[in-house]
C-alpha cells in the first residue's frame, strides 16, 4: 500500500480560532486592568494627618489583644 500524503494546507494567521482566543484574553486583561486603575485613582482614600494616625492606636505588639480582651469584657 502506498501512502501518498497531501500537504497541509497552510492559512493566514487571522483566521487560526485560537489565536483569537489568546489575543482576546489579553485584550480582556488589559481592559480590566485600566478599569481597575480608573476606578482607584477616582475613589481614593484620603490620607490621614499623622497626629491623628498616631493618636488613633497605640502602636504596641498588643494592642489588638488588648482591645479585643477589653471589648469582651465590657458589659451589655
Same mark, same amino acid.
Not at 500537504?7 to 483566521?15: A, E, L, N, S
Not at 481597575?36 to 482614600?45: E, G, I, N, P, Y
Given at each position: 500500500?502506498?501512502?501518498?500524503?497531501?500537504?497541509?494546507?497552510?492559512?493566514? *494567521?487571522?483566521?487560526?480560532? +485560537?489565536? *483569537?482566543?489568546?489575543?482576546?484574553?489579553?485584550? +480582556?486583561?488589559?481592559?480590566?486592568?485600566?478599569?481597575?486603575?480608573?476606578?482607584?485613582?477616582?475613589?481614593?482614600?484620603?490620607?490621614?494627618?499623622?497626629?491623628?494616625?498616631?493618636?488613633?492606636v497605640p502602636?504596641?505588639?498588643?494592642s489588638p489583644?488588648?482591645?479585643?480582651?477589653?471589648?469582651?469584657?465590657?458589659?451589655?
Amino acid at each position: 500500500m502506498s501512502a501518498v500524503l497531501s500537504p497541509i494546507p497552510t492559512v493566514p *494567521w487571522w483566521r487560526v480560532g +485560537v489565536m *483569537w482566543l489568546f489575543v482576546g484574553g489579553l485584550g +480582556v486583561v488589559v481592559a480590566g486592568s485600566f478599569a481597575l486603575l480608573f476606578t482607584a485613582v477616582r475613589h481614593a482614600d484620603t490620607v490621614l494627618p499623622q497626629v491623628a494616625a498616631r493618636s488613633a492606636v497605640p502602636n504596641t505588639p498588643t494592642s489588638p489583644a488588648q482591645q479585643a480582651r477589653n471589648h469582651a469584657a465590657t458589659p451589655r
